[in-house]
Nanobody, 130 residues
Framework: QVQLVESGGGLVQSGDSLRLSCAAS????????MGWFRQAPGKEREFIAA????????HYADSVKGRFTISRDNAKNTVYLQMNSLKPEDTAAYYC???????????????????????WGQGTQVTVSS
């Protein structure tokens, strides 16, 4: 049974930083790419960042490029999202997800689609005050 557990969310001020973590279990983590998405109230779920199974490739949404960094530690079965220079518009629930295909051939376009992922965490709330 695959489980993804996000942590690290909270209430911060504009310009602050947060690091989100997503701990994975139930699947050989090192074989699968991972993604981060977010969803604000009244809005559709939005792709944020993705990382390949070996950490060699990453992709970011334009809205967070240069501010957010995705990374992974396969020894700890954990993927991270370092978020710097946070803005009020970053306020959302953040979700991690695991690719449905092991050793997936990297495609930036593919990683932006929620259909590429088959398991999701429960989410962690990030609120940025102005």
């Amino acid at each position: 049974q695959v489980q993804l557990v996000e942590s690290g969310g909270g209430l911060v001020q504009s310009g602050d930083s947060l690091r989100l973590s997503c701990a994975a279990s139930g699947r050989t983590f090192s074989k699968y790419g991972m993604g981060w998405f977010r969803q604000a109230p009244g809005k559709e779920r939005e792709f944020i960042a993705a990382i390949s199974w070996n950490g060699g490739s990453t992709h970011y949404a334009d809205s967070v490029k240069g501010r957010f960094t995705i990374s992974r530690d396969n020894a700890k079965n954990t993927v991270y999202l370092q978020m710097n220079s946070l803005k009020p518009e970053d306020t959302a629930a953040y979700y991690c997800a695991v690719d449905r295909v092991a050793y997936a051939t990297w495609s930036s376009a593919r990683t932006t689609s929620s259909a590429a992922y088959d398991h999701w965490g429960q989410g962690t709330q990030v609120t940025v005050s102005s």
